[in-house]
């Protein structure tokens, strides 16, 4: 009886050097294959936030234009970090109703009309055409970046022709931007700046503060 791995002239048995050749290369494969697709599934998800954010500061201005004022739900004042204005979604700098005033303004934005706007100083409609800036927030506001955490937003509320991001001596800086719109990446915790260990914050405007 022939043996299964020697190779005569019309066998079609492999090789013991064929054989570990095709497993090297199997080995290999899957390698690539275990290191590659997290790589890629955690850049689409980058990606797609930064996508998101550009949407969430196009349909801020488009607001804007449409109605003539922002789309803000609180008094145009100064918040516990100095700041002109307030966070929208849950920024680490946001008072303590960051989280819904985030949900309300992308309620605004998708096309609903919820009657509040700037404190009760000043109720009104917030969208009475009922125009859809923005697709893809839920009916009860939550608009999830791809970790699920809610998206942050700040608008220059006072029209002082720039925003400031984060606060002591990493923070404070002058973007000179209307809207700004971030997501808090894989850790769901906002750092200050690139600078700080950890970061992995998403911006509408990019990763330099500066800009």
Same mark, same amino acid.
């Given at each position: 009886?022939?043996?299964?791995?020697?190779?005569?002239?019309?066998?079609?048995?492999?090789?013991?050097?064929? *054989?570990? +050749?095709?497993?090297?290369?199997?080995? *290999?494969?899957?390698?690539?294959?275990?290191?590659?697709?997290?790589?890629?599934?955690? =850049?689409?998800?980058?990606?797609?936030?930064?996508?998101?954010?550009?949407?969430? %500061?196009?349909? +801020?201005?488009?607001?804007?234009?449409?109605?003539? %004022?922002?789309?803000?739900?609180?008094?145009?004042?100064?918040?516990?970090?100095?700041?002109?204005?307030?966070?929208?979604?849950?920024?680490?700098?946001?008072?303590?109703?960051?989280? =819904?005033?985030?949900?309300?303004?992308?309620?605004?934005?998708?096309?609903?009309?919820?009657? #509040?706007?700037?404190?009760?100083?000043?109720?009104?409609?917030?969208?009475?055409?009922?125009?859809?800036? *923005?697709?893809?927030?839920? =009916?009860?506001?939550?608009?999830?970046?791809?970790?699920?955490?809610?998206?942050?937003?700040?608008?220059?509320?006072?029209?002082?022709?720039?925003?400031?991001?984060?606060?002591?001596?990493?923070?404070?800086?002058? *973007?000179?931007?209307? +809207?700004?719109? %971030?997501?808090?990446?894989?850790?769901? #915790?906002?750092?200050?700046?690139?600078? +700080?260990?950890?970061?992995?914050?998403?911006?509408?405007?990019?990763?330099?503060? #500066?800009?």
């Amino acid at each position: 009886m022939k043996s299964l791995v020697r190779r005569g002239k019309n066998s079609n048995a492999f090789t013991l050097t064929e *054989l570990l +050749v095709v497993i090297s290369i199997i080995g *290999l494969l899957a390698g690539l294959i275990t290191t590659g697709v997290p790589r890629a599934m955690d =850049s689409a998800k980058k990606a797609k936030a930064k996508g998101d954010l550009t949407a969430i %500061v196009a349909a +801020v201005k488009a607001y804007k234009q449409e109605y003539g %004022v922002w789309p803000a739900t609180e008094p145009i004042t100064t918040d516990t970090t100095g700041e002109f204005g307030a966070w929208y979604g849950p920024s680490k700098w946001a008072t303590g109703t960051g989280s =819904s005033r985030g949900k309300d303004l992308m309620k605004i934005l998708s096309g609903q009309n919820i009657g #509040t706007g700037m404190g009760s100083s000043w109720p009104r409609p917030m969208n009475p055409k009922l125009i859809q800036f *923005l697709e893809g927030a839920q =009916s009860d506001g939550a608009y999830l970046d791809p970790w699920g955490t809610q998206y942050c937003v700040k608008m220059d509320v006072n029209e002082s022709g720039g925003l400031e991001y984060g606060t002591g001596s990493a923070g404070n800086e002058n *973007l000179r931007l209307s +809207v700004i719109a %971030v997501s808090l990446g894989k850790n769901k #915790t906002q750092e200050d700046s690139p600078s +700080v260990s950890g970061f992995d914050d998403i911006y509408s405007w990019g990763q330099n503060l #500066t800009q």
